[in-house]
């Protein structure tokens, strides 16, 4: 039993990742691939080895944020059973029982077989990055005016108020401005968010200057 | 009373008054009183103007009234008084003098009715006036001359008291004439205080005006209240060109929460045009005098025209015999087409709202006409959601509901259309059946990239599994297949055989739906009465009774059940949120439905309102794009013939109204459809594409138009008056 436990794991520490473009499919599919993945190889597909499987096979999809070594398993449990499991019906099982692709998932990941190979697009863009603190955060400072403004190169339409409310400083509370503009450069360069990187840049320039004016 | 010591000649002949200002009394005598009070506003604001007094300015009003005669009448102010030159010029005709409440205004005491006129209506009348300390009286014959009483007379304390005047002022007193039909002091008032002339000064809060019942010494304080206003309908300033120059014309119109009565010089509803603070010289709907669906439009016009009015050379502005407004003066006539032009489009936006559909059912249709569309135009999925190389299913894999129609789409990639397209499709389960199409044809190279076909499937087998295939014939060999699983429809096993399913629903708040009662056929025995009794935010009915007979219990049963639509309905607004219930029984079965009121979703999509318009339109019914609203004009005249009393009950005027309803929707149907470059309807001459769009109306006026009908006659029966 042991033994077969080991060959199994190694099978997946031998896993490479998926050579194509998976980034713009949803995680649920991927999932569902990696699912189907280890059946074909004759793995039970317990949940450890579905986070292992997905994590070798696509690691952009599935790693930490800032931690690309290390497998998301967080984001993995949600795909594999909220969603594939009990939403979508593609998989059956649960943790403590594993998981086995579904009628209905086997059309689901023929689907997605088609779109790895480019036979199909989906016109859907989905997020690669888990939503996390540092997505979330990004995601609201990239609905602001003063981003809007300066994606649009209206920078100098841009005020001080605009800014503030970006970072998220409150007018009576300029000392955090640093701290913030500082909070979400790590965030910003976390993720690789390069528009923000230089939204920040622009916004600690602008906020720098009139401090010291 | 005083005695007349000598006369002066008169300057014109009477009949010339006879001809102008008695006519003027006799159609309104009420402005003889008025013509007095504003005589005496008029001193106050001279005096206000020059600095010399300040608000409030009292003028008293006093009826001495009889049964059998008019009343006579004392008005009496303490403002400037006259001197006797200044009385002289005032009683005269032909001169020129500073007049009104516009001390600038200097113009021919023969353009308006004045101090003079109103002496003259007013039977043994005497003009009493006091200024610096000298007392002067006059009297006017109606042949125009002027009687003199004591001339420049150092007046008494003991005068001053008897007369009421403090310091300066003037006493006119008459007896009014036959002609004044009033004879009640508070009815007097009553019409003083509705009289449109008057409606300004009352509303002014720098004059206070008294009526005094000289015989029991009762004083009203005459004051005009404005209608309760339900909104502003327009505020708006513009101006009227005349003789090269540009007069400012502020123009406010109100709607009123309740009808008003109708035309001068009472009326409410009207509006007032006036210059200065208080001079009002009409009071009209100008083009919509009188007409009904104005009734609650009231508002005034403020005039800035004392340039004109101070011009003695210019014609005046109100009519010979003070009727209001002259409607030849050129100046007038573009000042009412300005006004007509605005109240035509008030009455247009007001008129829309005349006639009501019921509100649910004209959502319920306004969305079904939506879903209809998406289903016409072929492409409920705008931007496909995949884009395959080929032609894929979308979904790939879907579960239904036995006894219900599920819709998928078979999506292509325009760039595998050739001559003689064409995709099979076919079900490997003859339990999962294609009502349609069962074969796609694409004869033309579409215009996309990628065409959407929907595909119609239906089962009645519980369970059943299958797939459907698609094959592109001829010479190739693929295939797509998608996965189909029909299960269980909740209505077929309702809890305890007797059940409303679902058990919980939703309701827009103010509105009314149907919601399903399933009976399992084998709990029905000859009870036919199910009992309903709704929590107090509900309504519904108390009692449904199933069908007597067997035969047509089975026209209502559906595999094992017989399926009951009972309208339910949320009792007033604002509950959204709040929950309540329906508890039907049947013998000794029960169940119970949860109800949440909800808010109302919007409506999206091709059509989103329906109404009945008071345009004027040389069209029945539009379709207006852009606002994405259906419009029937009731003015037009074929529509009016159909506007008999109870035609929303009448047949031919539902006929009517669907057919108009089915051919303009279903125009704008495959035109929109077209401009969206659908496929659904292929135009050979894209430069003339007129004909083949009639064509397509047609086809689509013969498999979409009876269920079109259907629903607007539905509709038409909800069309209802005044409710707005």
Redesign the interface.
């Known amino acids: 039993m042991t033994g077969d436990s080991m060959k199994d794991e190694d099978v997946i520490r031998q896993s490479v990742e998926y050579n194509g473009d998976y980034e713009p499919l949803d995680k649920d599919r991927l999932v569902l691939f990696a699912v189907n993945y280890l059946e074909s190889k004759k793995i039970e597909p317990t949940f450890d080895k579905i986070v292992a499987a997905a994590f070798k096979l696509f690691p952009k999809k599935f790693s930490l944020i800032g931690f690309p070594e290390y497998p998301d398993g967080h984001t993995i449990y949600y795909c594999v059973y909220n969603h594939c499991t009990l939403d979508k019906k593609w998989l059956f099982g649960n943790v403590q029982s594993a998981f086995k692709v579904t ?2 998932g ?3 990941l ?2 997605t077989r ?2 790895l190979e ?7 863009t989905h997020l690669t990055n888990p939503r996390r603190k540092e997505t979330t955060f990004i995601s609201i400072l990239k609905k602001t005016n003063a981003y809007k403004k300066h994606m649009q190169g209206d920078e100098a339409l841009i005020d001080e108020s605009d800014l503030l409310e970006a970072l998220r400083v409150p007018s009576n509370s300029k000392g955090l401005i640093q701290a913030n503009l500082t909070k979400y450069l790590e965030y910003a360069r976390r993720i690789n968010e390069s528009s923000v990187i230089k939204f920040l840049e622009f916004a600690g320039k602008r906020l720098g200057g009139e401090n010291n004016a | 009373m005083p005695e007349e010591y000598k006369i002066e000649k008169g300057e014109v002949h009477e009949k010339f008054w006879e001809r102008t200002v008695r006519e003027a009394f006799k159609n309104d005598p009420f402005r003889i009183v008025i013509e007095l009070i504003k005589n005496a506003a008029d001193s106050y604001t001279r005096l206000e103007k020059r600095g010399t007094t300040k608000p409030r300015f009292e003028i008293i009003v006093k009826f001495h009234c009889r049964k059998k005669n008019p009343p006579s009448i004392e008005v009496l102010d303490n403002a400037e008084g006259m001197d006797s030159i200044k009385l002289k010029e005032a009683l005269k005709y032909g001169t020129q003098t500073s007049m009104g409440e516009d001390t600038e205004a200097i113009t021919s005491a023969e353009k308006g009715i004045g101090l003079k006129d109103a002496m003259m209506a007013l039977e043994d009348n005497w003009l009493t006036t006091i200024n610096n300390g000298l007392l002067n009286e006059r009297n006017k014959h109606l042949n125009f001359d002027t009687g003199i009483g004591r001339e420049n007379v150092a007046v008494t304390d003991e005068e001053r008291r008897k007369l009421g005047i403090a310091g300066n002022g003037t006493l006119v007193s008459g007896n009014l004439p036959d002609y004044f039909h009033e004879r009640k002091f508070a009815t007097i008032c009553d019409r003083l205080i509705h009289h449109f002339l008057l409606r300004k000064l009352l509303q002014n809060a720098k004059f206070k005006v008294f009526g005094v019942d000289s015989d029991t010494n009762e004083k009203v304080l005459l004051q005009h209240v404005t209608p309760k206003v339900e909104r502003l309908l327009l505020d708006e300033t513009f101006d009227v060109d005349y003789n090269r120059k540009k007069y400012k014309i502020h123009l406010q119109v109100n709607k009123s929460v309740d009808a008003l009565p109708q035309g001068k010089p009472f009326g409410e509803s009207g509006l007032l045009f006036f210059y200065g603070d208080y001079s009002v010289v009409d009071f009209t709907l100008c083009h919509f005098e009188r007409d009904i669906a104005y009734s609650k439009c009231f508002g005034e016009v403020k005039m800035e025209i004392e340039t004109i009015i101070r011009d003695p050379t210019e014609a005046p502005l109100v009519d010979e015999k003070r009727r209001g407004l002259d409607p030849e003066h050129p100046f007038n006539r573009r000042l009412f087409e300005e006004i007509n032009h605005r109240l035509k489009e008030i009455g247009e936006k007001e008129e829309a709202s005349k006639y009501s559909f019921d509100e649910s059912t004209k959502k319920e249709i306004l969305r079904e006409l939506n879903k209809i569309y998406k289903e016409i135009k072929g492409t409920g999925l705008r931007e496909p959601p995949i884009r395959p190389v080929t032609f894929a299913f979308y979904p790939v894999y879907i579960s239904m509901k036995e006894y219900e129609r599920k819709i998928v789409s078979l999506i292509i990639n325009s760039s595998i259309v050739s001559e003689d397209f064409e995709i099979f499709l076919e079900s490997t389960n003859v339990d999962i059946i294609i009502k349609r199409p069962k074969s796609i044809k694409i004869e033309e190279k579409p215009t996309e990239d990628f065409v959407i076909k929907q595909i119609e499937l239906y089962s009645e087998k519980v369970g059943a599994r299958g797939e459907i295939v698609a094959s592109r014939f001829p010479y190739h060999l693929d295939t797509e297949r998608m996965g189909v699983e029909v299960v269980e429809n909740p209505i077929f096993s309702p809890a305890n055989g007797f059940a409303f399913v679902p058990d919980k629903t939703t309701i827009v708040d103010g509105g009314e739906k149907k919601v399903d009662l399933c009976i399992d056929k084998l709990v029905i025995d000859e009870t036919r009465k199910i009992e309903l009794v709704s929590s107090d935010l509900i309504n519904s009915p108390g009692e449904w009774l199933l069908p007597e007979k067997e035969q047509d219990l089975q026209k209502h049963m559906l595999k094992n059940v017989v399926k009951v639509e009972i309208p339910i309905r949320v009792k007033g607004t604002n509950h959204i949120g709040e929950k309540g219930n329906v508890k039907a029984s049947y013998g000794e079965r029960g169940s119970n439905l949860n109800v949440t009121v909800v808010s109302e979703p919007s409506i999206s999509g091709l059509f989103r309102d329906l109404r009945f318009s008071g345009k004027k339109t040389e069209r029945i019914c539009e379709f207006l794009r852009e606002e994405a609203i259906l419009e029937v004009y009731y003015k037009h005249p074929l529509v009016k013939k159909y506007m008999v009393k109870n035609f929303n009950n009448r047949l031919d005027f539902q006929t009517f109204m669907a057919d108009t309803l089915t051919r303009e929707v279903l125009r704008a149907f495959v035109t929109t459809a077209v401009e969206e470059s659908s496929s659904r309807f292929p135009i050979f001459n894209m430069d003339h594409p007129e004909a083949e769009i009639e064509d397509h109306i047609v086809h689509e006026y013969y498999t979409n138009g009876p269920k079109m009908h259907e629903m607007f006659m539905q509709l038409a029966r909800t069309l209802k008056l005044g409710e707005e």
Not at chain 1, 118 to 124: A, E, L, M, N, Q
């Open positions: 009628e209905r086997k059309y689901f023929d689907e088609k779109m480019g036979k199909i697009v989906s016109t859907r």
